[in-house]
C-alpha cells in the first residue's frame, strides 16, 4: 500500500476552522472540509463497523486512527465533537478496478492527473481507496501506468496501487480489450514490471490456462493479487490456478468460461474453491441480479464489488460511449460501466435483496482481505485508519473521511 501523506484533502474552498454543526445545520457549501484538532468525536450517528451495526454511538478519532467506538452515553464530555446529523456511518470503500472519471481514463493517459481526477471522484462517493486499473495495453502504456502510480503516491492519498487488466489473457475471451497487446507472460517481463512498480503494483487479471507456473510464482513472492479473467479455462485448468497462487476472479461471468453441466469452467471453479474471491459488477447488465443474488449464497464473504467504471472517450486505444448506466466501445462491445460503490451497494439491496450490512461489507472489508489489508482497513475499530463515509438512509454521500480528516458533500 502506497505511503499516505499528511497533505489534507480540501474542497473548492478553504478549509474552515474546526467547529460543532448543530443538527440540520445546511452547511454554506456542498465542498466544506473541515480541520479536525488531533482528537475529536463524531457523535449522533448510527454506525456499521463491519462486524456488528451500532445506533446511538460515537466514534472517537485520534490522530488519524479510531482510538474506540463507544456509546452516546459512554463519551467523554471533555473532547470537541463533529455532529453527524443523525447519519450513518461506515468503513470507507474500497474499488479495486476503476478506469477513470469525469472525463478522464487512466488506459488513455495513464498521469497523475489522471489519478487525480479518479481518486477524487472516487472520495466524493464515499471511496476512501481505488486500485486505477490499466486494461491490456501496450509494454509503453503499462510502464506509464506503474510509474505514474508511484509518482502519484508520493504527493497524493487515495491511491492502493496499480491492477493491470492483461495483457496476459486469452484472446478467445478479451471482451473489450484490444487483441493486438494481448501477449503471453514471461518471466524476464514480470520481473521488468515488477522492478518498475514495485509495491505500487497490487494485482493482476489473466488468464490461468495462459500463465506458466514459473510466472504464477514469481508474482506470488512479490505479494502481487493474482485474479483470474479474460480466461476459456476448463473447470481444470481454474483449478489448478487457485491451487497454485490465483486468489481471486475479475468480473464474475463476464469474459469467463461459464458453467456448463459438461464443463464447469471458470464460474464452476470459482464457487468450488474453498478460498477464492470474486469480484462482480452489479448494474443488472454485465450480469442479473438473480446472478449476482445465486452468487451471493453460494461464495459469502469471498464476493465483492467492483465498479468497473470507465467514462466518454474518443482517443486511444480504448474509446467508450455512454449508455444508459454503462458504457461500449466503438463496436458495441459491453465495456465498462457508469457505476460509483454506493450505486452497486444500493442495488444490492434493492435489486439482489441483501441486507445494507452485508452490501456495505462487500464493499469494504471483503475488498481489504483480497489485498491483505484488513488489519487496517474495513472495520471501525480501535486502531483501524480513520476511513469512513456518512451517508443517508438513501445511500447518498453526505461526508467522507481519510485518515479522519473530513469533508462534507
Known amino acids: 500500500m502506497c505511503r499516505q501523506t499528511e497533505a489534507k484533502i480540501r474542497g473548492s474552498r478553504q478549509a474552515t ?26 457523535r449522533n450517528c448510527t454506525i456499521y463497523t463491519g462486524s456488528t451495526v451500532l445506533p ?136 521488468e514490471l515488477l522492478q518498475l512498480g514495485g509495491s505500487i503494483l497490487k494485482m493482476i487479471t489473466l488468464a490461468p490456462e495462459m500463465a506458466p507456473a514459473a510466472v504464477v510464482t514469481r508474482l506470488r513472492e512479490a505479494d502481487v493479487v493474482l485474479s483470474a479473467g479474460h480466461s476459456n479455462a476448463t473447470y481444470q485448468q481454474a483449478t489448478a490456478g487457485f491451487r497454485q497462487g490465483f486468489s481471486a476472479a475479475t468480473h464474475l461471468f463476464n469474459a469467463m468460461s461459464a458453467l456448463q453441466g459438461r464443463e464447469p469452467g471458470l464460474v464452476g471453479a470459482v464457487y468450488d474453491s474453498a ?26 464473504e469471498r464476493l465483492f464489488l467492483i465498479t468497473d467504471a470507465v467514462t466518454d472517450s474518443e482517443q486511444g486505444a480504448y474509446r467508450f460511449r455512454r449508455e444508459g448506466n454503462h458504457f461500449v466501445d466503438a463496436q458495441g462491445t459491453l465495456a465498462g460501466s457508469a457505476l460509483t460503490l454506493p450505486d452497486s451497494i444500493r442495488n444490492c439491496v434493492q435489486h439482489v435483496g441483501l441486507p445494507l450490512e452485508e452490501a456495505l461489507r462487500m464493499a469494504s472489508l471483503y475488498p481489504a482481505q483480497v489485498l491483505g489489508l484488513d488489519h487496517e482497513l474495513g472495520y471501525l475499530n480501535s486502531s483501524y485508519r480513520a476511513d469512513f463515509w456518512l451517508f443517508d438512509n438513501d445511500l447518498t454521500p453526505r461526508a467522507t473521511a481519510r485518515s479522519g480528516e473530513l469533508v462534507w458533500w
Request: proline share 9%; with cysteine; hydrophobic share 40%.
Open 17 to 42: 476552522p474546526f467547529s460543532t454543526t448543530p443538527p440540520n445545520h445546511r452547511l454554506p457549501s456542498p465542498h466544506l472540509s473541515l480541520s479536525p484538532p488531533m482528537r475529536y468525536l463524531l
Open 56 to 191: 446511538h454511538h460515537t466514534l472517537l478519532v485520534k490522530d488519524g486512527l479510531i482510538e474506540a467506538v463507544l456509546p452516546e452515553v459512554a463519551a467523554p464530555a471533555d473532547i470537541p465533537t463533529v455532529d453527524a446529523r443523525g447519519l450513518n456511518v461506515a468503513p470507507g470503500l474500497l474499488d479495486l478496478q476503476v478506469y477513470g472519471a469525469a472525463g478522464q481514463l487512466f488506459s488513455v493517459t495513464p498521469t497523475s492527473e489522471a489519478l487525480i481526477t479518479l481518486t477524487q471522484h472516487a472520495f466524493r462517493q464515499g471511496t476512501t481507496g481505488v486500485l486505477a486499473t490499466m486494461p491490456t495495453n501496450s509494454r509503453d502504456m503499462m510502464r506509464r501506468a506503474l510509474e505514474a502510480g508511484r509518482e502519484f503516491c508520493r504527493e497524493q492519498p487515495g491511491l492502493l496501487g496499480i491492477h493491470l487488466e492483461g495483457p496476459y489473457i486469452n484472446p478467445l475471451k478479451k471482451g473489450a480489450h484490444q487483441a493486438e497487446f494481448i501477449r503471453e507472460p514471461t518471466v524476464a517481463e514480470v520481473e
Open 275 to 300: 478460498t477464492a474471491y470474486a469480484s462482480i459488477i452489479v448494474d443488472g447488465v454485465h450480469c442479473s441480479y438473480d446472478a449476482v443474488r445465486i452468487s451471493q449464497k453460494l461464495l459469502g
